[in-house]
């Protein structure tokens, strides 16, 4: 999973997002079926301009998770999608919107979606 873009504008947020990211993270590495690269080596990537397929074939993987988070006041948009590297083409794809206040919520159901997706392919 690439770190999760903040789109909200405001540079204060950016904890909010690597926080988002850091998380997801750590539930997607809970799924022994996945191979989830740890939140200090995709880092690298944040805001970075690099192709998809060489980022996978960096982090010898053949799919990747990338996304967004926007925060305004209380409500959380976070939008991911499972991006399959050689050829490049998405594979899924989907927004979450909800009260900041069930952040914990938001982060389990995205990463039981991205299981989910990921099992199916």
């Given at each position: 999973?690439?770190?999760?873009?903040?789109?909200s504008g405001d540079p204060a947020q950016e904890?909010?997002?690597?926080?988002?990211?850091?998380?997801?993270?750590?539930?997607?590495?809970?799924?022994?079926?996945?191979?989830?690269?740890?939140?200090?080596?995709?880092?690298?990537?944040?805001?970075?301009?690099?192709p998809l397929p060489l980022i996978a074939r960096?982090?010898?993987?053949?799919?990747?998770?990338?996304?967004?988070?926007?925060?305004?006041?209380?409500?959380?948009?976070?939008?991911?999608?499972?991006?399959?590297?050689?050829?490049?083409?998405?594979?899924?794809?989907?927004?979450?919107?909800?009260?900041?206040?069930?952040?914990?919520?938001?982060?389990?159901?995205?990463?039981?979606?991205?299981?989910?997706?990921?099992?199916?392919?």
């Open positions: 999973m690439l770190p999760l873009a903040n789109l904890y909010f997002a690597d926080g988002m990211t850091e998380a997801l993270i750590t539930q997607l590495a809970q799924i022994g079926a996945l191979r989830v690269i740890s939140s200090t080596s995709v880092a690298q990537y944040k805001n970075g301009k690099k960096e982090l010898n993987v053949e799919g990747i998770v990338e996304g967004s988070v926007l925060r305004f006041g209380r409500e959380v948009r976070i939008t991911a999608q499972l991006i399959q590297a050689v050829p490049e083409r998405h594979l899924w794809a989907k927004s979450y919107d909800r009260d900041v206040r069930d952040v914990l919520g938001i982060q389990s159901e995205v990463a039981r979606s991205v299981v989910e997706e990921s099992e199916s392919r």
